[in-house]
C-alpha cells in the first residue's frame, strides 16, 4: 500500500489564483480530512468527510472547498488564494473515527 | 472550550537519556488520546492511542500514561536515540465527533 499520497510537495502561487492539492489513499478508508498546519500551532481541521458523498466543514474551512466523490480521492481547492493561506497541508484518513489516523507528507504552499 | 496544551516546548537531551512530555487537556466528553511523531518535513505517525479505559499504552522504547480524571497524559522516552528528534504531538477527540483536537506540539532534540 502507498498509504496517503499527496500531490504536489511544493507549490508558490500568487494572490488571487486558484489550486487544487490533491489527495488519494489505498487503504479504503472511509474517513479523509485536510489539516493545515502553521508555525507554533497546532494542526487545525479544514474539511473532513466520512465516506464518499458525504463532506463537512472543519475549524478553518473559509477559502476551502472540498469533494469526495470516490472513496480513495479527496482534493482540496483553493478558491482564491491569499498569502494567510500560506501554510503546510496535510491529508489524513482512517478507517473509523477511533482508529490510527494516517497522514500523508504534506504540501508546502506558499502565497506571493 | 476544548484545548490541548503540551509541554515543554522544547527540550534537549543527551543521546540515550530518558525524557518525559507533558500534555493537559479540557475535551470533554473524552474519547481517546492520541501522541503522534513527526519528524521535520514529514507527516504525522502515530504513536500511540488511549481510550478512557487504558491508562498506559508502549511502543517500542515510548510509554504513553493517561491519568483520565486530572486530564494528563505523558509521553516517556527510554534510551533515547539521534532519531527520537522530531516534534512529539498530543491530539485528543470528543466522544461523538470526528474533530480532533491537536497540541502545538514538543520539539526534542536529542544531541550526540
Known amino acids: 500500500n502507498a498509504g496517503v499520497t499527496q500531490t504536489p510537495k511544493f507549490q508558490v502561487l500568487k494572490t488571487g489564483q486558484s489550486m487544487t492539492l490533491q489527495c488519494a489513499q489505498d487503504?479504503?478508508?472511509?474517513?479523509m480530512s485536510w489539516y493545515r498546519q502553521d508555525p507554533g500551532m497546532g494542526l487545525r481541521l479544514i474539511h473532513y468527510s466520512v465516506g464518499a458523498g458525504i463532506t463537512d466543514q472543519g475549524e478553518v474551512p473559509n477559502g476551502y472547498n472540498v469533494s469526495r466523490s470516490t472513496t480513495e480521492d479527496f482534493p482540496l481547492r483553493l478558491l482564491s488564494a491569499a498569502p494567510s493561506q500560506t501554510s503546510v497541508y496535510f491529508c489524513?484518513?482512517?478507517?473509523?473515527?477511533?482508529?490510527?489516523?494516517?497522514f500523508g507528507e504534506g504540501s508546502w504552499l506558499t502565497v506571493v | 472550550k476544548n484545548q490541548v496544551e503540551q509541554s515543554p516546548q522544547s527540550l534537549i537531551i543527551l543521546e540515550g537519556k530518558n525524557c518525559t512530555l507533558q500534555?493537559?487537556?479540557?475535551?470533554?466528553?473524552?474519547?481517546?488520546l492520541r501522541w503522534y511523531k513527526q519528524d521535520t518535513g514529514r507527516g504525522p505517525v502515530s504513536l500511540t492511542i488511549m481510550t478512557f479505559s487504558e491508562n498506559t499504552k508502549s511502543n517500542g522504547r515510548y510509554t504513553a500514561t493517561l491519568d483520565a480524571d486530572t486530564k494528563q497524559s505523558s509521553l516517556h522516552i527510554t534510551a533515547s536515540q539521534l532519531s527520537d528528534s522530531a516534534s512529539y504531538i498530543c491530539v485528543v477527540s470528543a466522544r461523538s465527533s470526528y474533530k480532533l483536537i491537536f497540541g502545538s506540539g514538543t520539539r526534542l532534540l536529542v544531541r550526540p
Open positions: 487503504m479504503n478508508h472511509e474517513y
Open positions: 489524513a484518513s482512517s478507517r473509523q473515527s477511533e482508529d490510527t489516523i494516517y
Open positions: 500534555c493537559n487537556y479540557t475535551v470533554s466528553p473524552f474519547s481517546n
